[in-house]
């Protein structure tokens, strides 16, 4: 109990929001990295795994790559990459990591999100004499956006949790005072920043739980149907047919 008071204390001293290491800063710098390393992964994963999910080909070979992605030790391969290239780039050696770490859960939303829509949609579709182009922008992406969403929202807060190894090798962000915490044998300094990084990742949390619901289509409506006879209650998807409009 005494260590988490002494934490707060810390974290509300005002010497540790002002100087060169403040924690706004190192705040700001752990955002950094984590929105420039899942803009990156977006910007490869996305595209790739629509392509994995509209035609159904090349999913075993992304499945074991994610798993490959996955199994690697981000501190190990982020030391590796360091080594290799040299601690004039550090910074690119840790976006690397962390691209590499966000990617397999972009990838799983994206093509999972397609493959998830009922087949007779995209049937239905295809009859109405739209493209498969047509069919990828204008039916599959958004049935399949509220699962890409929470492929985004897994990625963010494995990044956000793991940039905190970016102060091993003297890079900042929110990792800095637990490191630094762990050498002075500050604990109130280590449990400070520990709970920056629980504050970040909730926060994270749930403006991304926010944006996958706002993610569902406007004519997707779920409601509750009321306890059947049998006292199990079931969930109903409804879908909103537009109205036509009759040609004058």
Do not use: C
């Amino acid at each position: 109990m005494n260590l988490l008071l002494e934490a707060f204390a810390w974290l509300t001293d005002p010497a540790q929001w002002s100087g060169a290491n403040s924690l706004l800063l190192l705040l700001g710098q752990h955002l950094m990295y984590t929105s420039l390393a899942v803009a990156i992964a977006a910007v490869i994963a996305i595209p790739a795994g629509w392509a994995i999910g509209h035609t159904g080909r090349g999913r075993e070979i992304a499945v074991a790559a994610s798993g490959l992605a996955r199994a690697i030790p981000s501190f190990g391969l982020l030391i590796l990459l360091v080594l290799l290239a040299g601690v004039l780039h550090k910074p690119e050696a840790a976006i690397i990591t962390f691209v590499l770490l966000a990617i397999p859960s972009i990838l799983a939303g994206a093509y999972t999100g397609l493959e998830t829509i009922d087949r007779k949609t995209i049937d239905a579709a295809r009859a109405m004499g739209m493209t498969e182009h047509e069919i990828l922008a204008k039916v599959e992406i958004p049935l399949g956006r509220p699962l890409l969403v929470g492929g985004l929202r897994s990625a963010i807060l494995q990044v956000a949790a793991t940039v905190t190894i970016a102060a091993y090798i003297n890079l900042g962000g929110l990792g800095l005072p637990i490191i630094t915490g762990l050498n002075l044998r500050r604990y109130d300094m280590v449990l400070g920043g520990a709970l920056m990084v629980a504050a970040l990742a909730l926060v994270l949390e749930l403006l991304m739980a926010l944006a996958q619901k706002m993610s569902v289509p406007r004519g997707l409506r779920i409601t509750h149907v009321s306890a059947a006879s049998d006292g199990e209650s079931t969930l109903a998807l409804e879908i909103d047919r537009p109205i036509e409009r009759t040609r004058t």
